[in-house]
């Protein structure tokens, strides 16, 4: 996400500096402004949190490039900005003809997880957005607050105590949290639901658990927002592309064994381990084998370009709906760093925190239905991708070993869509097989490991 400005001048008073949207990429033409921070005649200072916004990919922080006064603010909270038109404007505290001998280049706006760590010209602004907000909130200037974090980062206890010391009153607790080192093994509360982690199936719980639903007996409308209205979007498209539909099952008995054997090592690192490395890295390795499952067409389905990185997707289940950030590079990842990345998304994820870098380059998508129930499914494929899967749970059952004696099994179906216009059935079923295979002989995946 990038701003633009201009200036005009004043008598008595400093430039007014005037940010535009730019264009930020991939098709995107609008953004949602989901909360702003500063009001009309409030102070900024460089980097200081001016609003948020959400587009069809990630929920983006835009900072102040100037020292100066907020003198107007485009668009009211939820209301549409469009690229190209003033989100902002800003009297400064410069010269207009510093101002104009400045560099001007579009300067980018940076993501919630990105911004919080930038470094300009020896001037560091560590604090989180939850942070900012506070200050905000409570009209504090974070240049006026001494930050006790790891490399003067502020903290939430540095707002409060800088306002204890001013006003004598103690604030009572924000109703949000910082988001910090992710944990270990964040609690299922806390983590999105369909992604990283295939279940075993076990009983459930008899019925639902959470509050009574309240019948208000009248409708409701809402508008389409945010991310809701990227899924409006992604689904219509999708809907041009014809779906060639192949499923399968797959025996884990020997995958859950070896992932018994390695939890409490990859714990030990600080890392949960959960099915869902092994799925991935597997279909890294079966891409290898069939490279047009990771390519992707143009409109005119005149030209096929072959991905060289496998960037595989993971559908998640947040509070913002279905997101569906990647896993950068398999292809030369191990199944220990694909946790560690899995791990990192999924906090991200719980938190409303993934960037667009985390939600864009997907090549190939892993949907795990399976980790809120369901066998088999039937997956919308996400382009400009070609193919994707869908995990079911992973159930115990009787099946025949090869003397024909019953056994007790570890049983997860799978099922596959493809865009027929250029993969064919053949080919979707040969990748599933040596996807299979790998997955059901999890020491062959040794082999081929780089």
């Known amino acids: 996400?990038?701003?633009?400005?201009?200036?005009?001048?004043?008598?008595?008073?400093?430039?007014?500096?005037?940010?535009?949207?730019?264009?930020?990429?991939?098709?995107?033409?609008?953004?949602?402004?989901?909360?702003?921070?500063?009001?009309?005649?409030?102070?900024?200072?460089?980097?200081?949190?001016?609003?948020?916004?959400?587009?069809?990919?990630?929920?983006?922080?835009?900072?102040?490039?100037?020292?100066?006064?907020?003198?107007?603010?485009?668009?009211?909270?939820?209301?549409?900005?469009?690229?190209?038109?003033?989100?902002?404007?800003?009297?400064?505290?410069?010269?207009?003809?510093?101002?104009?001998?400045?560099?001007?280049?579009?300067?980018?706006?940076?993501?919630?997880?990105?911004?919080?760590?930038?470094?300009?010209?020896?001037?560091?602004?560590?604090?989180?957005?939850?942070?900012?907000?506070?200050?905000?909130?409570?009209?504090?200037?974070?240049?006026?607050?001494?930050?006790?974090?790891?490399?003067?980062?502020?903290?939430?206890?540095?707002?409060?105590?800088?306002?204890?010391?001013?006003?004598?009153?103690?604030?009572?607790?924000?109703?949000?949290?910082?988001?910090?080192?992710?944990?270990?093994?964040?609690?299922?509360?806390?983590?999105?639901?369909?992604?990283?982690?295939?279940?075993?199936?076990?009983?459930?719980?008899?019925?639902?658990?959470?509050?009574?639903?309240?019948?208000?007996g009248k409708d409701r409308m809402e508008p389409l927002k945010g991310f809701h209205r990227a899924m409006v979007k992604t689904m219509t498209a999708a809907l041009q592309i014809p779906h060639f539909g192949y499923c399968d099952e797959v025996d884990l008995s020997q995958l859950v064994q070896l992932r018994s054997d390695l939890k409490s090592t990859s714990e030990g690192r600080g890392v949960k381990l959960s099915y869902m490395p092994f799925f991935i890295k597997a279909a890294s390795l079966g891409l290898l084998h069939f490279p047009i499952l990771n390519a992707s067409v143009d409109e005119g389905c005149q030209n096929i370009t072959y991905k060289a990185s496998h960037n595989v997707g993971v559908a998640m289940d947040t509070s913002q709906g279905l997101l569906v950030p990647n896993v950068k590079n398999v292809q030369l990842l191990s199944v220990f760093d694909i946790a560690q990345e899995l791990n990192r998304l999924q906090t991200l994820g719980a938190a409303g925190q993934l960037g667009a870098a985390d939600l864009s380059g997907g090549t190939f998508t892993l949907s795990n239905i399976g980790s809120i129930g369901g066998t088999y499914a039937k997956p919308v494929i996400l382009p400009p991708e070609v193919a994707i899967g869908a995990l079911g749970k992973i159930q115990v059952l009787p099946r025949f070993d090869p003397s024909g004696q019953v056994v007790r099994a570890h049983i997860m179906a799978v099922s596959w869509s493809a865009d027929h216009r250029i993969i064919d059935g053949a080919t979707m079923c040969r990748f599933s097989n040596l996807w299979k295979d790998y997955l059901e002989n999890p020491a062959r995946m040794v082999l081929d490991l780089k």
């Open 1 to 216: 996400l990038c701003l633009t400005h201009q200036y005009h001048h004043r008598s008595n008073h400093g430039p007014i500096v005037q940010f535009k949207l730019s264009d930020i990429g991939e098709g995107i033409m609008e953004v949602t402004v989901k909360e702003w921070y500063v009001k009309e005649g409030d102070k900024v200072s460089q980097f200081d949190s001016i609003c948020e916004v959400q587009s069809d990919k990630a929920s983006v922080t835009i900072t102040s490039r100037y020292d100066g006064v907020i003198r107007k603010l485009y668009y009211d909270v939820d209301a549409t900005a469009l690229v190209g038109k003033p989100l902002v404007d800003i009297e400064t505290e410069a010269s207009a003809e510093l101002i104009q001998e400045e560099d001007v280049v579009e300067t980018p706006a940076m993501a919630r997880e990105e911004h919080t760590h930038q470094e300009i010209k020896g001037h560091k602004t560590q604090a989180t957005p939850a942070v900012r907000r506070l200050a905000m909130e409570n009209n504090i200037k974070l240049s006026e607050v001494v930050g006790s974090g790891k490399d003067g980062r502020i903290l939430k206890e540095d707002i409060l105590n800088f306002l204890s010391k001013q006003t004598g009153a103690i604030l009572p607790p924000a109703p949000f949290q910082d988001i910090r080192t992710p944990p270990t093994a964040p609690p299922p509360s806390a983590a999105p639901r369909p992604t990283s982690a295939a279940m075993v199936s076990r009983p459930g719980p008899a019925g639902p658990t959470g509050p009574r639903p309240v019948f208000t």
